[in-house]
Structures are given as structure tokens and as C-alpha cells.
């Protein structure tokens, strides 16, 4: 495998000492992403990956659904590549053999938002396991994804720093959408819910009601993406080549800076952080 990965990276590189990016001859199938539902919901996908198109003639098509499901297409061979936020997880698909490698490409930050009035007292906290205990201790309405996604994840992370295991008040004060971010929000702001989102869904969307950022910062609260190629020794289907050829573009100057650039109400969604291998 090692050989094999090698001799692609050497004929990419090749390809890309001039030009910046690989213009590899595009496939009949388009180049298909497992990503998750904040980079698709905050509109990020939708702004940077025509300029892949242009720049490479591959075209791409977009899966969008929480993290644990992209890595599920990605064990199961049904993608190329992945653009997903569970740094643990990754790390796990690709020890696993699931993954050729995993690349930074950018990172964000989760926020807590929740009713203006904020009845837990959340913007008084020090923390985010603090800020979670408030909620579970006033028993306020709390929705949570519930999908296994990275966002659910993290949730559950701080969850677990608090020593409080939420689900044992399902369906009382802890709902769960078993949903998008989207949807998790659109629940949240029927019910004026605290919910836990990535700033870039919350910042793009557009049924926020009554709820506001009661809580931001802490560093439990980071939120870093990366890409995966899928392992072509174990799936010799995929698309390597034009994979490769993505994950180079992302990770390079031109996709990073297209992340840089993008924004919503002249505010930063996403930081680029690749380093080149």
C-alpha cells in the first residue's frame, strides 16, 4: 500500500510543480465527498468547490450527512473521499486500515445558543462542562442531534467531562432530533432550546427566533476538519487519482484560500490550517 499511495503522490506532484493544482482528466462518475451536514448547511461547499471544478475539470459530488455516517461510506467503500470533524474517529479509520491518510484542512468552533434570556445562566459560566451542568441542573430544554455526528460527539464529550449522562432524561428536558444541524436548530428555536452548533450553521441560519450565543470560547469548544482519502488497496474502485488531486487543491494555496475568503455577513466561517506533507 505504501508503494502504491507513494507512486500517486509522486505523479501529483508532478503534475502540480507548475500549476498549483492537478488538472486530472475527469472521469465519467464525478469525484464523490462524504462531508458533513455544517460545511453543506453553513454554504461553505457550495462557494469553494465550483472553483475546484474550474480549476481542475473534475467534477464533484456532495454527500451530506454527520461524520459517523461518512466514515460508515467511507469503511463500505461508497465514496472517494471524506471532509469530516471527529479528530478521534479519523485517527481510528484510518489506524484501521479504512483510510490511505488523513490531512488538516480547516477548523471552526462549536457554540452554545440557546433563549436570549438564557434561564440557565449560561453566559455566566467558566467553562462548557460548567455551562452544560447549568443546563441539566435547571433541567432546561435541551436539544441534541442524537446522530452520531461530530457535532454529537463533541456534545457528548463535555457531557461526559460534567460526570452527567443527559439521556437518562430523554425525552423530558434532553430531546434529541436525530437530525442535521439545520433541523437540530429549527427544533431548537420552536422549542427556545439550548442546543450546542458549529458557528458556521448557526451564522448562515436564517430561523434563529429568539435564540442567541449564550456561551463561546472554550477550548473544549474547537472544532478541526479533515480529509481522508479512502484506501484504494482496500476499495481499487475509488478514484484515487482525482481524489488525490482534491485533497491537494483543498489543502494548497488556491482551496485554502477560497476557505479563508468565504464569509458570512463579512464574518469568517472557517480558518484554513494544512500543512503540506
Known sequence: MVVRIASLFAALFLATSFVG?????????????????????????????????????????????????????????DVDVLLVHAREDEDAFVAAGYGAFRRDVMFNDFVIVGPDNDPAGLRAQADAASAFGKIAANESEFVSRGDNSGTHKAEMRIWKSTNIDPVIASGRWYKESGSGMGATLNLSAGLNAYTLSDRGTWLSFRNQGDLKIVFEGDPPLNNPYGIILVNPERHPYIQAENALAFIDWITGPRGQDAIAAFRIAEEQLFFPNAARP
Open 21 to 77: 493544482v492537478a488538472f486530472v482528466e475527469a472521469q465519467g462518475t464525478p469525484l464523490t465527498l462524504a462531508s458533513t451536514t455544517s460545511t453543506e448547511n453553513s454554504g461553505l461547499l457550495g462557494d469553494i468547490l465550483p472553483r475546484f471544478t474550474k480549476d481542475t475539470g473534475i467534477a464533484i459530488q456532495v454527500v451530506a450527512v454527520g461524520t459517523g455516517a461518512a466514515l460508515n461510506l467511507g469503511r463500505s467503500g
